[in-house]
């Protein structure tokens, strides 16, 4: 015998009055498809070895938006459900009209809308310049409605924005709730697996941060895909959370513009300038490797005395606050520069994230740059991890950074001297490897 908590799902094998997960009362009730694998199970289906189950690699069905179908490992898997999680307002919809225009192309797409009318998205496609006859708008908040439609249609690919809108089959919990949108989430996978059509289901992030109610969602569905971004910035990023069907490695950018999300095709373009760094002192180009791709992008630091009195300002904008203070801490103990009395401010320029200790080295420099008022010399790209005690460690993939770095016009580059097979690499770049802090500080001279 199991209980389960109606509210949040959480399973119990003794009844409570309370669930200790989310608090609910009287929320459990024995839950048949628990004690009773028979839901779960098909009776005609007897083990098969795997060698002799047949599989036909079906066509995947590309949205034709290259960096979406990157994010999703080449494209649209009939019958797969995907959730794509973002605040509201970042482009969630935009980005999946634009996407649903081009499917049509493979076939029917029913457009389940249930937060805007027919005539707001119509006036959306009319502003990005959108029309086909095989993209079907259903403008409606009620599950049982939209189902209707999909089984009459028979559509390759339904998209519902959002699982948050939707009127689920129990209508006596309010829309949006964390068991309607469980229910719904079912409902959708259910039928995405029997007729083998692609779901797309938009969940949002709530103002203040919160995504519990289509996370309960996750382990259903196959893929969750956080489409992310900065309100002050128009750079919108892709990013794979769960792939059943292709890498999480891989990051998709766009920008937002006057007629919907364009792709960012050269990245390195986009968030470095060209031939070289700026005169700018506190400014850095670093090289990380988002999946299989090299991205070169600036990081700006400003160190200014405080003003405060008290505890000096730390701020982080596209930069791990936690990894910044480490190399804040590496930065006192092991070069001996207190920057207790100072204020210091990092950013990234365009609006990108980057999450990989490789940037170490550029973060410290463009630190030790603007405390120091030294430049960094141009065209110089600074690639290294950098350890508690100071040393400068190795990164994987270095000889496409450093590829890249020359391809934008990059002359010069400091590297992890223990990175295997510096000597092989880009004859056309001046390389230079250094083994910790100091090496570093001398080659660019920044004592
Ligand atoms: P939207 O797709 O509605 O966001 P979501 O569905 O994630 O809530 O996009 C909303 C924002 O995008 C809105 O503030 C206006 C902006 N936008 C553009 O800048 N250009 C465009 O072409 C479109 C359609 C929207
Ligand atoms: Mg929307």
Redesign the pocket.
Known sequence: MAYKCNNCGYTSIEWLGRCPKCGEWDAFKDNESLNDPKGNKDPDKSPTPLSKISFDPKERIPTSIGELDRVLGGGLIPGSVILLG????????????QAATNISREGKVLYISG??SSKQLKM?AE??NLSSDDLFIFSGGNLKKALHHLKEMDPVCVIV??IQSLQGPDSSTSVGSTKQVRELGREFTKLGKKKDTAVIL?G?ITKSGDFSGPKTIEHLVDTTIY?EGKRDS?VRLLRPDKNRFGSTRLLGLFK??????EEILNPSQFFAKKNGGTDQKGTTTVCTVEGSRPILAEIQALVTPSNFGGSPQRRTTGLDYNRTSLLLAVIQKQLGLNLQEFDIYLNVVGGFKIGETAADLGIVTAILSSANEVQIPRRTVIIGEVGLSGEVRPVKSLGSRVNEAEKLGYTKALVPEDNAGIEQMNPKLDLHPVHDLPAAMNKLNLN
Not at 86 to 97: H, M, V, Y
């Open positions: 973002g605040a509201p307002g970042i482009g969630k919809s935009t980005l999946l009209l937060e805007e959306r502003r990005l924005d959002s938009i949002h489409f128009n937002m513009t006057e007629n919907g999300l």
